[in-house]
Structure formats: structure tokens, C-alpha cells
T-cell receptor, first 112, second 118 residues
Framework: GESVGLHLPTLSVQEGDNSIINCAYSNSASDYFIWYKQESGKGPQFIIDIRSNMDKRQGQRVTVLLNKTVKHLSLQIAATQPGDSAVYFCAENIRGDYKLSFGAGTTVTVRA | GAVVSQHPSWVICKSGTSVKIECRSLDFQATTMFWYRQFPKQSLMLMATSNEGSKATYEQGVEKDKFLINHASLTLSTLTVTSAHPEDSSFYIC??????????????FGPGTRLTVT
């Protein structure tokens, strides 16, 4: 699989490979994290979430890893497909504050 | 479940006019709705938070007199861009949530409204 360094805006991945998208967060009080997928001209679509009392959560073809020590979040997509091409955002939420704070986003392009 | 709609999906208006965007939660009651603005190739920036029956809370730098928000019911919030100018052209996205007990929660996003001011 391929990985992208923190804050890099794009990731190109071969169809069938695994993708890893990284995100850094700054607020140690954040206790809920979400990954969203946004296709061109559409609203964000929920992918997976994780609370701060966990360090890993798996969904269908996706896994989110949380490292609270270094305030780092990652999204792994297994067997990346053309339909996975989109912009991926991480978002964080602080307990008691209903607002979400979004990261800069990573554009994933899947090569056939 | 948890479907949020926006209307219109796109709108073109002339500079100086006002535009209203609707956000509806279709299958749940949204105690809180949020309005975001997204410029091309940028992230979502929260503009304001609205709770049903009360005044909206605006983020720093967002003009409340320019972006009027009304959350009159548990299923409808509206954003009115008053005296629109070309720099207001953007993708406006709403989200809705049902909050209880002060716990962290998920927001359900609408499909967005593309505003172009000429």
C-alpha cells in the first residue's frame, strides 16, 4: 500500500492496492473523530468514526487508527477501488462542544 | 435513515440580491443544525450553529447580519445570504444532528448548495 505524509494534499494509488490517509489533530481535548468522504459537488459522506477510548476500529474495507500520544489519526482503505476516488477529511469533536473541526483534506485518485 | 436535504442545489444570483438556502432533516428531528462554507479545493469552514427556537451562534469573522440563519422547527433551518457579492460565491453545506446528554455525536450532511454571484 501507499501512505501519505501528514498534510500532503494528494494521494495517487493503484487500483487494488491499500491506501493510507493520515491526519494530525491539535486539540488533546478532542474525544471523537470522524472520517468523511466528499465527492465532487457533493456533501461529506460519513465513513467511520472512533472515540478516544479506542485505538482502532474497523468497518467494511476501512480501518481507522487513533494514536492519542502523538495526536494522529489514519484511515486505511483496503483494495482501493475507482469509486474511492474523492477528497477525504478527518474531523474532530470535543466532548460537550457540538462543533466539528475539519482537517485540510486529502484528494485520493485511484489509477486503473 | 438520517437524510438531510438542501434546496436549491445550485443558484445563480446578481450582486446585491439576497438568496435563501433551505436545509431539512427528512427522517429525524434535528436539535442542532450547522452551516458550513467551502471554497474550491479547501476544507469545510463552520459558519454558524443553530438550535431550534434560539438565535444562531456565529463563528468568528462571520457577519451575522449578512448570513441570516433561522431554525424555526426541528426539521428546517434556512440560511439567507443578504446583499450577495461575488466573493460570497461558494459551496454552502448544512448538517444536522440530534444531540442528547452532551455526548459527542455525529452530524449528517446535506448535499450542498452551489452559490454563484454574478
Amino acid at each position: 500500500g501507499e501512505s501519505v505524509g501528514l498534510h500532503l494534499p494528494t494521494l495517487s494509488v493503484q487500483e487494488g492496492d491499500n491506501s493510507i490517509i493520515n491526519c494530525a489533530y491539535s486539540n488533546s481535548a478532542s474525544d471523537y473523530f470522524i472520517w468523511y468522504k466528499q465527492e465532487s459537488g457533493k456533501g461529506p459522506q460519513f465513513i467511520i468514526d472512533i472515540r478516544s477510548n479506542m485505538d482502532k476500529r474497523q468497518g467494511q474495507r476501512v480501518t481507522v487508527l487513533l494514536n492519542k500520544t502523538v495526536k494522529h489519526l489514519s484511515l486505511q482503505i483496503a483494495a482501493t477501488q475507482p469509486g474511492d476516488s474523492a477528497v477525504y477529511f478527518c474531523a474532530e469533536n470535543i466532548r460537550g462542544d457540538y462543533k466539528l473541526s475539519f482537517g485540510a483534506g486529502t484528494t485520493v485518485t485511484v489509477r486503473a | 435513515g438520517a437524510v438531510v436535504s438542501q434546496h436549491p442545489s445550485w443558484v445563480i444570483c446578481k450582486s446585491g440580491t439576497s438568496v435563501k438556502i433551505e436545509c431539512r432533516s427528512l427522517d429525524f428531528q434535528a436539535t442542532t443544525m450547522f452551516w458550513y462554507r467551502q471554497f474550491p479545493k479547501q476544507s469545510l469552514m463552520l459558519m454558524a450553529t443553530s438550535n431550534e427556537g434560539s438565535k444562531a451562534t456565529y463563528e468568528q469573522g462571520v457577519e451575522k447580519d449578512k448570513f441570516l440563519i433561522n431554525h424555526a422547527s426541528l426539521t428546517l433551518s434556512t440560511l439567507t445570504v443578504t446583499s450577495a457579492h461575488p466573493e460570497d460565491s461558494s459551496f454552502y453545506i448544512c448538517s444536522a444532528s440530534s444531540v442528547s446528554g452532551g455526548e459527542s455525536y455525529e452530524q449528517y450532511f446535506g448535499p450542498g448548495t452551489r452559490l454563484t454571484v454574478t
